[in-house]
Nanobody, 124 residues
Framework: QVQLVESGGGLVQAGGSLRLSCAAS????????MGWFRQAPGKEREFVAA????????TYADSVKGRFTISRDNAKNTVYLQMNSLKPEDTAVYYC?????????????????WGQGTQVTVSS
């Protein structure tokens, strides 16, 4: 079993930055991919960014491309989401997720493990 714990959320003004962390623990950690998703009130959970563990290739939603960066620290089994130039529409609960096997990394249903979520609020 894999446990994921997010941290780093908070309240920030528009144009500011936050860095989210996702620490993985449990059995030997070597997922197919790690992803970040977000869910705003009244909306469906949406893909934000993903990183394939082997090779490190990254991909982003168009809405965050150029502003957000997903990265990892293998030694710490931790994945990060650096969020710059934040906008009020980025306000949501952000979730970290791990996909154990080859899957559609854009689809939340293809992820096997989830963190508890961390709130990000961007004020205008």
């Amino acid at each position: 079993q894999v446990q994921l714990v997010e941290s780093g959320g908070g309240l920030v003004q528009a144009g500011g930055s936050l860095r989210l962390s996702c620490a993985a623990s449990g059995r030997t950690f070597s997922p197919y991919a790690m992803g970040w998703f977000r869910q705003a009130p009244g909306k469906e959970r949406e893909f934000v960014a993903a990183l394939k563990w082997s090779g490190g290739r990254t991909t982003y939603a168009d809405s965050v491309k150029g502003r957000f960066t997903i990265s990892r620290d293998n030694a710490k089994n931790t994945v990060y989401l650096q969020m710059n130039s934040l906008k009020p529409e980025d306000t949501a609960v952000y979730y970290c997720a791990a996909s154990a096997y080859a899957s559609d990394i854009y689809s939340f249903s293809d992820y096997d493990y989830w963190g508890q979520g961390t709130q990000v609020t961007v004020s205008s």
